[in-house]
């Protein structure tokens, strides 16, 4: 793990979390996916009970970002993401294993994510203990109108 690196955890819709997470935001998504978020976007998500944004940062400077949205015992992680400078070196996993962290805490039970399946982040998912439910042909269209499958895991957390 790298020095200073801080993890914020934010359960409520704060002005200054979210800029960060925005800065991560607009560079962290390659546009030809159309996968980024805007800002009333993730306010209006942080707006929802159950739904957390972790910042991950070295000195003031955000890095890296998760959003994860829970319902009653399962949640569902929504975003994640490392400023590609800084991709490498852990902040993805840090986030990842926070987010579960936080989740036990809350007493949920499971976490869900959807992911295009050529995406790097299939593997650190997998590397975490994430199991594979489903294929979802097409499912999302990328910017250029070029469709991409979805990948769905799930992580049992009293297993
Ligand atoms: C996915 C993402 C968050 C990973 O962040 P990161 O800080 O680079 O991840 P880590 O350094 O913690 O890597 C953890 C593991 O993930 C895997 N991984 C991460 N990036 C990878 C890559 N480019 N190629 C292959 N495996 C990769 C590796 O298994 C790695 O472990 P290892 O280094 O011990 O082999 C980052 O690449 C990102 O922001 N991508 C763009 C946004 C995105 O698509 N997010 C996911 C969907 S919301």
Redesign the pocket.
């Given at each position: 793990m790298m020095p200073r690196l801080t993890l914020d955890c934010f359960d409520y819709e704060d002005r200054n979390a979210m800029v960060d997470a925005m800065e991560v935001m607009v560079t962290?998504?390659d546009p030809s996916f159309g996968?980024a978020w805007t800002l009333p976007q993730l306010s209006g998500v942080m707006m929802m009970p159950g739904t957390w944004l972790t910042i991950a940062r070295i000195d003031a400077a955000p890095l890296?970002f998760a959003l994860v949205r829970s319902v009653l015992d399962e949640c569902e992680l929504l975003?994640?993401?490392?400023d590609p400078a800084?991709?490498?070196?852990?902040?993805?996993?840090?986030l990842l294993q926070d987010s579960l962290t936080t989740a036990r805490r809350k007493g949920i039970t499971s976490m869900n994510l959807e992911?295009r399946a050529a995406?790097?982040?299939v593997?650190?998912y997998e590397?975490t203990g994430f199991e594979y439910v489903h294929r979802r042909p097409g499912y999302y269209r990328g910017n250029d109108g070029q469709l991409h499958d979805a990948l769905s895991f799930r992580i049992d957390m009293l297993a």
């Open positions: 962290a998504f996968e890296g975003l994640l993401a490392v800084w991709r490498g070196r852990g902040i993805g996993a840090a992911v995406n790097n982040a593997r650190l590397k």
